[in-house]
């Protein structure tokens, strides 16, 4: 059975599409079939994995607003197994003409029961914020992961993230959960990043991942080479990291 994952976040900055990104990189690297859902109007994963967000004319933004099948915009990347379905500007509108659709929170979950490839995982990166996109994709998945950074605010907006999920499986998606929480942009020489983390350990160590993902430049530099880390630079610490996580992720499984 595919394991769909929405990789979420209210708070901008926090590293939702490098991990969306390069967590299915390094699946598809292990050998497993994933499919990355760009939900996000501003295209960055769909940029990070080389696919020009300008030139698509078909993207999910037609797939939601059902003019195309999802099965015609997917796009292959530069790793076997590892495909992608765009997003470019256009999606921003997506809010306003969903609004009087039927069934306007399961327009992604509805497109998601047509593909006709088995993918073994299907990621979804999300805006940041609760939009009807972010509804989407909550109400389309099985699990959310979380990556946040080890920071006081990240702290305080998780607990507003955590009600959001509640809401979704009172009111949508009954079989959510959350699935993990990642610390993302780790810093180990920063006394905050340290007490965080302790605060996250203490409180949500069933879903913690153990995996520390580091701040790596090498992360930050791969999307404007429109590569996922693992090819951009295999033994970045950043690459290893998410290699690691991908592993745990798996064996959670």
């Known amino acids: 059975m595919t394991e769909i994952v929405c990789v979420a976040n209210q708070k901008g900055g926090v590293g939702k599409t ?15 079939k994933v499919l990355l859902i760009d939900l996000d109007p501003q295209a960055n994963a769909t940029m990070g994995v080389g696919i020009e ?3 698509q004319e078909q993207t999910v933004y037609q797939v939601l607003l059902g ?32 609004a009087d659709f039927e069934r306007r929170e399961y327009r992604l979950a509805d497109a998601i029961k047509g593909l006709k490839e088995n993918f073994d995982f299907i990621f979804i990166d999300c ?14 998945a099985n699990s959310v992961l979380i990556p ?19 809401r979704i499986q009172n009111q949508l998606n009954p079989n959510l959960k959350i699935c993990g929480l990642l610390r993302v942009m780790y810093d180990r ?10 605060q996250l350990e203490k409180h949500f160590y069933s879903v913690l991942f153990k995996t520390l993902i ?9 999307p404007s080479f429109g590569q996922p880390a693992i090819i951009f630079d295999p033994q970045a610490q950043g690459t290893l990291a998410y290699l690691e996580l991908a592993t745990e992720f798996l064996k959670a499984k």
Not at 127 to 140: D, E, G, V
Not at 155 to 165: A, F, K, V
Not at 191 to 198: A, D, E, K, P, Y
């Open 18 to 32: 490098t991990t969306a990104i390069n967590l299915a990189a390094s699946l598809a690297d292990k050998g497993k």
């Open 53 to 55: 967000k300008s030139d």
């Open 67 to 98: 003019l195309v099948d999802l099965n015609a915009v997917v796009k292959s990347t530069v790793i076997p197994n590892f495909k992608v379905v765009p997003s470019n500007r256009n999606l921003a509108a997506a809010e306003l003409e969903l």
């Open 127 to 140: 805006p940041p914020a609760l939009s009807l996109l972010t509804i989407n994709a909550l109400s389309a």
């Open 148 to 166: 946040m950074q080890c920071e006081y605010f990240a702290l305080e907006g998780l607990t507003d993230l955590i009600d959001s999920i509640k």
């Open 189 to 198: 020489r920063a006394s905050l990043s340290q007490q965080v983390s302790g």
């Open 214 to 222: 580091p701040r790596n430049i090498r992360l930050a530099e791969a």
